[in-house]
């Protein structure tokens, strides 16, 4: 089978193959082809890709026609899917909940199109899981970017010109992104709070050396895939109470908070904003789907009237691309050599599969994954 690697848009700084995990491919008896160059943006050079082996390929289209497997890391156009061979299997998010034109033209191209995003949050599927290998690097990355936009220090430090305290930190929403942006802000010597609506989460915080603040929403619960599941709008605003000190009191607040496949819950307002201190710091990591802060927008950067930065971040993992690329790779590698048949030297393409079913929205000219079938 062949594998082809396209190079991303030009915002986009990462590449869905490195030349460690197109080493792997070959060994398995893929034949890997990469468009030339995609590696440059996330320090991958060319040279590299042909020393394990991999044919660079100038003319993506070319790529694409002569693939049975097509590797990238953001959702492609509806029209990429034209110069594709029928049955070709196309991995890269699909942002499915929100291009439901995707899903059409894949289908309509007989292309079996997987949608990273939905791998099932599952220990076996953990390896292929590019929602927490991205989210992990954006926690960490976004406690990094705080730290050099803040206009004070992070850790507590005794000199000769007095005590400096250390930076309070208030992290909402602990995920993968959440955990990961308290134990940096703890390497880092800061003082952290976190809050999540999932009461399981307490323990994983404490064992990471931070306070978890309590707030009694009532029946909150997750979904069986892990999920935090909507709050009532009452729930909500007595979340919003019961942060609002833990806001006024912090220097970085960063928020993570996401419900999957619909828009981020608004759990910061422009209210609770005003009550920061002149200087405090935001990070919003839901900017993309909403935003968790009021007043937030994506890409950029917002200064209050009362001195209070609020970071909107998109794709915050593409500022590292080097080691996202590493692991989103590793993440796609995975799939192909979990399903990988070594004797017909194919892939075990069987859609009974809990992996399989769960990830692959389009095969055989139709949307056939069950929470999207509608919308073909
Ligand atoms: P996510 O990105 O969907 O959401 C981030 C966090 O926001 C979650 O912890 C969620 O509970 C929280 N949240 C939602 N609404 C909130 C609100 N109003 N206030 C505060 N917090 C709110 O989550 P994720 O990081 O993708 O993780 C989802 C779940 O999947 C977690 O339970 C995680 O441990 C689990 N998980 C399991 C595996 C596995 O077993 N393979 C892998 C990764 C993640």
């Known amino acids: 089978m062949r594998l082809f690697c396209l190079s991303e848009k030009p915002d986009e700084t990462r590449v869905a193959l490195t030349p460690e995990t197109a080493a792997k491919l070959i060994d398995l008896g893929l034949e890997v082809g990469l ?13 590299l890709y042909r020393e394990a082996g991999v044919s660079l390929i100038d ?24 110069g594709l061979k029928a049955n070709a299997i196309h991995l890269s ?15 309509s191209r007989d292309v079996r199109a997987v949608s990273m995003e939905m791998m099932p949050r599952t220990t076996l599927a953990q390896k292929m899981d590019v929602l927490s290998s991205q989210a992990n690097l954006a926690g960490y990355f976004a406690v990094i970017r705080a730290a050099e936009r803040m206009d004070r220090m992070m850790p507590m430090m005794m000199t000769p010109a007095g005590t400096i305290a250390p930076a309070r930190v208030f992290v909402i929403g602990v995920g993968v992104a959440g ?29 990471l050396g931070a306070k978890f603040v309590k707030i009694d929403l009532g029946e909150t619960g997750q979904t069986d895939q892990g999920y935090a599941k909507e709050l009532t709008p009452e729930q909500i605003e007595t979340q919003r109470k019961g942060m609002a000190k833990v806001c006024a ?20 307002t422009a209210e609770m904003v005003a009550g920061m201190k002149p200087g405090s710091v ?12 009021e007043g937030t927008r994506v890409h950029e950067e917002v200064v209050t009237d009362n001195g209070v930065t609020i970071i909107g971040t998109a794709n915050l993992e593409a500022c590292i691309p080097h080691h996202a690329s590493q692991v989103y790779a590793a993440n796609l590698a995975n799939l192909i050599e979990h399903f990988w048949d070594k004797e017909s030297k194919t892939l075990n393409w069987d859609l009974t599969d809990e992996i399989l079913k769960g990830c692959v929205l389009t095969d055989g000219g139709q949307v056939v994954h069950e929470r999207f079938r509608t919308s073909s």
């Open 35 to 47: 468009q030339t160059g995609a590696g440059r943006r996330s320090q991958y050079p060319d040279a």
């Open 59 to 82: 003319d993506p289209s070319r790529g694409l026609a002569e693939a049975d497997i097509v590797f990238r890391v953001r959702k492609p156009e509806v029209s990429d899917f034209d």
């Open 93 to 107: 998010l699909l942002d499915p909940f929100n291009a439901p034109e995707l899903l059409e033209a894949a289908a």
């Open 179 to 207: 955990l990961q942006a308290i134990a940096t802000a703890k390497r880092l010597g800061a003082r952290v709070d976190a809050f999540d609506t999932r009461p399981v989460v307490e323990e994983q915080v404490r064992s």
């Open 249 to 268: 009191q912090s220097d970085l607040v960063i928020t993570t908070a996401k419900l999957f496949g619909r828009p981020a819950p608004r759990v910061v």
């Open 282 to 293: 935001i990070v919003d990591l839901a900017a993309e789907t909403g935003g968790n802060v």
